[in-house]
């Protein structure tokens, strides 16, 4: 998706002393800038506007607010206020990101943004750096914000959560689309037979193994993901989640079946879709948000924790093999394998790669509180305790089991990305905790 943004470049006029210097190449400097804002954004429109006085915006205030998705306020000078009149205008709503050229607008950031920001709550990321993809990364957030505004979401639960779903539209714009069981079962026996079949044939073959299921459980499999497909299509969603686990423990399903979507969700990450387990809604928008932050999948898990270890476990009994996103080389292997708690129907089993930073967060919508801590993988546990897949990582497991925000799921995504989640949550109004970090008791 397209979006538009402003980058307000705050300067002094010519022959005016002060910081960087008395008529500093103001253009020059922009252009080692703009390229890397450039490559960082490419599905961005970047007007340039410069000015020497906060009155210019704000001449240009009431034509700005219809056509831009956001405005970066790029600090090359001191003292102009340019930042200050953007300010205000976010606390009305509008996204803004300010950002220091250090040596440039040092003065102003120091002594008025970040204060300003801070005393007054404000849901404007601040960044002073000369590492020009750092900015370029949160201008990145205006696109998903936008993105967010107009994402679809499809529900099946026969007893959907409203109160979840009610607090995240409001937060991000999200509709939600609701359905029942029974609108996925009709669409479950109208499958091709030959669609399920060779769909069910890939994955047999491309496995490093089968160890439970049946082949009558895959080709299921294979045609509960047909129908979620069909559904999703219907229904023109960006995501997807379905009540799973209730469906199939109480014999909601037709002819009280036994099946788990862990295989449509599999493909559907490696494919660049969005498909969440147990109809959890704030895992939904998260692994939403991951994906259209990072480009990549998140993997949704339970974990488990090991102080004594030091270590982290994700476990879920899906993921993806495409955890570095679907145009990426890197593919991980993967066991076909029974849903583990009740030993019935078919999931994945995947081999997590080691030696990857890891960022995990997760939101409560109904508490306006965001969570968020890295790890470091470390390989896989191969027990049969818990669920399928469990990708075993470094942390600051003590902080994490102290502080633990009280939902099990975390979504996961490999790379570093904690600036960019911490920048997006402000830019909503979230509270956040960092939980594995040591708070003062």
């Not at 299509?233 to 209730?246: F, K």
């Not at 948000?289 to 476990?315: H, K, N």
């Not at 089991?401 to 979504?411: D, G, K, S, Y």
């Amino acid at each position: 998706m397209s979006y538009r943004v402003k980058i307000a470049i705050q300067r002094k006029p010519a022959g005016k002393p002060g910081w960087p210097n008395i008529n500093f190449d103001y253009e020059k400097e922009f252009h080692r800038i703009y390229p890397i804002l450039r490559e960082g954004n490419p599905d961005a429109q970047l007007d340039v506007c410069w000015y020497t006085a906060a009155s210019q915006a704000e001449a240009d205030w009431e034509k700005d607010k219809e056509i831009y998705d956001g405005v970066l306020v790029l600090l090359m000078t001191n003292w102009v206020r340019v930042d200050q009149f953007y300010l205000e205008k976010a606390k009305e709503g509008f996204p803004v990101i300010v950002a220091d050229v250090p040596y440039c607008g040092s003065g102003s950031i120091l002594t008025g943004t970040s204060a300003i920001v801070r005393e007054q709550k404000l849901p404007v990321p601040v960044l002073a750096t000369r590492n020009y993809r750092r900015i370029a990364e949160a201008v990145r957030l205006f696109g998903v914000l936008k993105r967010m505004k107009t994402a679809r979401v499809l529900v099946v639960n026969n007893n959907p959560d409203m109160a979840v779903q009610k607090a995240a539209e409001e937060r991000w714009g999200v509709t939600f689309i609701n359905r029942t069981s029974a609108d996925l079962m009709k669409k479950f026996g109208e499958v091709d037979p030959a669609k399920a079949r060779a769909t069910a044939d890939r994955w047999e073959k491309e496995a490093l193994g089968i160890l439970e299921p049946s082949d009558a459980d895959i080709l299921e499999s294979a045609q509960l993901y047909h129908a979620i497909m069909a559904m999703k299509e219907e229904t023109r969603v960006d995501a997807l989640t379905i009540d799973c686990l209730q469906l199939s423990y109480n014999g909601i399903y037709d002819e009280s079946r036994h099946m788990y979507p862990c295989l449509s969700y599999y493909q559907m990450g490696n494919d660049g879709e969005i498909g969440i387990c147990e109809a959890d809604v704030n895992s939904t928008i998260s692994a939403m948000l991951t994906r259209y932050t990072t480009g990549r999948p998140g993997y949704v898990s339970d974990p488990v924790v090991d102080t004594c270890a030091g270590q982290i476990t994700y476990a879920h009994c899906v993921a993806c093999r495409k955890v570095f996103g679907e145009n990426d080389p890197r593919t991980c292997q993967y066991y076909l394998r029974s849903h583990a708690e009740d030993n019935t129907g078919a999931s994945v089993q995947i081999v997590f790669p080691s030696g990857e930073d890891l960022t995990t967060i997760n939101i409560d919508h109904v508490e306006g509180v965001a969570c968020i801590h890295s790890s470091r993988s470390e390989g896989n546990a191969f027990i049969e305790g818990g669920c399928r897949s469990k990708l075993v990582a470094r942390a600051e497991a003590g902080n994490l089991l102290e502080n633990w925000l009280p939902m099990w799921h975390r979504v996961t995504v490999f790379g570093e990305y904690r600036s960019q989640f911490l920048e997006l949550f402000r830019m909503k109004g979230l509270k956040v905790l960092e939980e594995d970090k040591k708070y003062e008791r």
